[in-house]
């Protein structure tokens, strides 16, 4: 099976997230700058989470390169990441509309970690279903980011019950490590790519 199929239900999903994430905001009834203040929390709950959802695009479609085969192993790893991206919108609301208190944000926490695993999870199904040589191996190496992300999402959710601004530090922080798409990747895929 080709990747084609699979890159184009990614971004179905990815494009429906986006849109439920914004669709939750709530239109201010006023016409002053005011009326946006309470708004502020779910606000920027939403621009992390529209953060994190770019991230994952990004770098899925860089990764999604390296990718010639599609097995029934990579289709469920893909499908099990696109679980725990579904459920962005949700604790983004339930974070955002409780001011970030510590057990939304928590749960928010929760749902990082467990789509950092499910990526992890996705990686090592392409990288088994290539082979030794793998295109994507050889790209990640160790990926020591891939790992620190996903200690730092869980440590960020533990410590949203001692204090929630620290949590939603560390979630900041994480998404800066990844702004950029993986560089490692498109330069692997570069060295492949014929002249």
Do not use: C
Not at 60 to 75: A, C, E, K
Not at 111 to 118: N, T
């Amino acid at each position: 099976m080709t990747k084609n199929r699979l890159e184009a239900f990614s971004d179905g999903v990815i494009a429906i997230i986006i849109t439920i994430m914004v669709l939750e905001l709530k239109v201010p009834h006023g016409t002053d700058l005011a009326t946006l203040q309470p708004l502020l929390p779910a606000f920027l709950s939403y621009v992390l989470s529209f953060l994190y959802v770019a991230i994952y695009w990004n770098n899925h479609h860089h990764m999604l390169h390296t990718v010639r085969h599609v097995s029934g192993g990579i289709l469920w790893a893909n499908l099990h990441l696109l679980f725990w991206l579904s459920l962005f919108p949700f604790t983004t609301g339930w974070m955002g509309e409780n001011h970030a208190a510590p057990i939304p944000t928590a749960v928010y926490g929760g749902v990082l970690f467990m789509a950092a695993i499910a990526w992890l999870m996705l990686q090592r199904a392409i990288i088994a279903q290539q082979g030794r040589d793998s295109l994507l191996k050889a790209a990640v190496g160790r990926d020591w980011k891939g790992k620190l992300s996903t200690v730092l999402y869980l440590a960020a959710a533990l410590l949203a019950f001692v204090q929630p601004w620290i949590a939603l530090a560390l979630y900041a922080l994480v998404a800066l490590m990844w702004l950029l798409p993986d560089p490692r990747i498109e330069r692997a895929v570069g060295r492949e790519a014929p002249p």
